[in-house]
């Protein structure tokens, strides 16, 4: 038997709100504290995979965000000029029925809000996490503790990381629109379109959202990172147009952007902490790990970090020096294959490159339609082409 530790969890973000529903129903005493003075999610859509669907089960969370969120079944791009197929991956294998689950940010916050708060999890608001001392987790001129585990899941910006990040050359607007009735484009697949790799744009159905009626999706648009201002300078109209000609398909749903606060700039960069622990803190997310989104395992890297910890806390019988040993090392090989294959790909589809993506349409794609690199594929965007929790399995 196990006995119970007391944990303080900073940030209540998809792994915080994970890792502290997994530990509390494990019988630990968990707090999370984080900086809203009110549960407020930001963000728009995202794809949770089948590996990140099993941790959503397993923490009791997946019929919520089920009922709220949207099977994807395939992803489809093509370029914008000749209309020819770049980009062809299907969840569906034979015999092995998958999907990806397109889900609204605050539709996954809200369904792991109130798993974490069934657990018993106590959500600590109105605290900004600066620092954390032996055992104890600093809120500006508060000092919280004594805790048995310290987990970092704050995010990008976390102030406990030491984490050195390259920023990556492009980012992406993303917004969330009305699914309009007058398109005819799958209501189960992500569309994309390019523009060799210096235009992405793609339309991706997320289901609902909390507080509004009718289905919705998620649009992107990529953009370097040095570019938002231009894009803010040169008006919305300018930039629907130019929308319409590349993708006359993604007009009904670029058309109903009428302020610039309906997009949002998301920065994207690439890094690994070489040992997500140090003397107080173990880090998960986004804090210990970053890279591009392009295999859309963002969200799913953040959920197999708090499954990977709970079950080691679990395994070696509540030893915290030996758990997040553990935890280090269930989820190396994993991040390191993704964030490598994310490293290799996202240049093809992201970059100012007139070659990558002359490869990718008339090599690359081709090849990819080859057996059994299609089955690759799909191992690789369900998330378990690599074992996600290693020896913890």
Not at 26 to 49: M, N, T, W
Not at 59 to 64: P, R
Not at 71 to 85: A, C, D, F, I, Y
């Amino acid at each position: 038997m196990v006995s119970s530790l007391d944990i303080a969890i900073a940030g209540a973000g998809i792994g915080g709100l994970a890792v502290g529903a997994a530990l509390a129903k494990a019988g630990h005493s968990v707090q999370i504290f984080d900086q809203f003075d009110a549960p407020a999610p930001v963000g728009s859509g995202l794809v949770i995979q089948p590996v990140g669907q099993r941790v959503l089960e397993r923490i009791g969370a997946l019929d919520g965000a089920m009922a709220q969120g949207n099977r994807v079944h395939r992803m489809l791009g093509h370029e914008t000029q000749s209309g020819r197929p770049v980009l062809d991956v299907s969840y569906d294998a034979p015999g092995d029925p998958r999907f990806g689950l397109a889900i609204h940010r605050a539709a996954l916050f809200n369904t792991l809000f109130a798993t974490a708060e069934r657990a018993g999890v106590q959500i600590v608001t109105s605290s900004t996490v600066t620092a954390v001392e032996p055992g104890h987790l600093i809120c500006g001129d508060q000092r919280y503790g004594p805790f048995d585990m310290i987990v970092d899941s704050t995010g990008a910006g976390s102030p406990l990381s030491a984490m050195k990040a390259r920023r990556l050359s492009y980012g992406a607007l993303w917004g969330t629109v009305d699914w309009p009735d007058e398109v005819d484009l799958p209501r189960n697949e992500l569309r994309q379109m390019y523009r060799r790799a210096d235009r992405m744009l793609g339309v991706l159905p997320i289901g609902t959202v909390p507080g509004q009626s009718g289905p919705k999706a998620a649009i992107f648009w990529s953009l370097p990172q040095h570019s938002y201002q231009m894009w803010l300078d040169n008006g919305l109209e300018q930039w629907r147009d130019e929308a319409a000609q590349l993708w006359p398909g993604f007009a009904p749903f670029v058309n109903q952007i009428t302020d610039p606060a309906q997009m949002t700039m998301a920065r994207y960069s690439h890094g690994t902490l070489r040992r997500p622990y140090d003397e107080n803190t173990v880090f998960i997310g986004d804090a210990a790990h970053r890279a591009s989104p392009q295999l859309g395992q963002g969200a799913n890297m953040a959920l197999l970090d708090a499954l990977a910890l709970a079950r080691s806390l679990e395994v070696a019988g509540g030893d915290v020096q030996i758990a997040r040993r553990w935890y280090a090392q269930a989820r190396r090989w994993h991040v390191r294959g993704y964030q490598a294959m994310s490293w290799m790909f996202t240049p093809q589809y992201q970059s100012d490159s007139r070659v990558l993506p002359w490869l990718r349409d008339r090599l690359l794609f081709p090849l990819s339609t080859v057996r059994p690199v299609p089955a690759i594929l799909t191992r690789l965007v369900c998330g378990d082409l690599l074992p996600p929790l290693g020896s913890l399995e």
